[in-house]
């Protein structure tokens, strides 16, 4: 069995067993591993495949630090949705509050040179963002309290 069938095998098996959809693995990511992915934490064996006494195929997750800086390195347009939401979702679980943080982070796994200009106003931008709907969010008015004002008026 040569290794891409195998590959594709393993990869239908972890698909069934995960209840995974059918597009979930994509060798796309290959173009944005990091030098510095086998530093301490940055990667964790998920499984090994066919078995752990027998593997062929290993299969690791990234941290979510790691995640954060694939994802950012790889933002295509700000426009898409799906990856503007991971990102977010990743700085608030990792608990940033400005885009120097995510640069830095971002930093830690690519060298600067990788790091476009795009990637950097992209990252600000979602920071910027991120931060004026959380402000939004805190100055909303109370809504209760807002109904007893109108009720007291109305008399």
């Known amino acids: 069995m040569s290794d891409q069938v195998f590959v594709k095998e393993a990869a239908k098996k972890v698909t069934t067993e995960l209840d ?5 693995i994509n060798d796309g990511v290959k173009g944005y591993i990091s030098a510095k992915q ?3 934490g940055a990667i964790t064996l998920f499984r ?5 006494d ?8 990234p941290s979510k630090e790691y995640l954060l800086a694939m994802k950012c390195l790889a933002m295509r347009d700000l426009k898409d949705s799906e990856d503007i939401n991971d990102i977010n979702n990743l700085i608030s679980d990792l608990k940033f509050t400005n885009s120097k943080e995510v640069i830095n982070l971002v930093s830690k796994f690519y060298p ?14 979602i920071i910027e963002k991120s931060n004026l709907e959380s402000q939004l969010e805190q100055n909303k008015p109370d809504i209760a309290h807002s109904e007893t004002i109108k009720r007291k008026f109305r008399r």
């Open 48 to 52: 090994s495949y066919p078995s752990e």
């Open 54 to 61: 027998n593997s062929v195929l290993r299969v690791f997750v």
């Open 20 to 24: 995974l959809p059918e597009n979930w």
């Open 38 to 40: 086998n530093e301490p």
């Open 112 to 125: 600067d040179n990788l790091i476009l200009p795009k990637v950097k106003f992209g990252i600000e931008e």
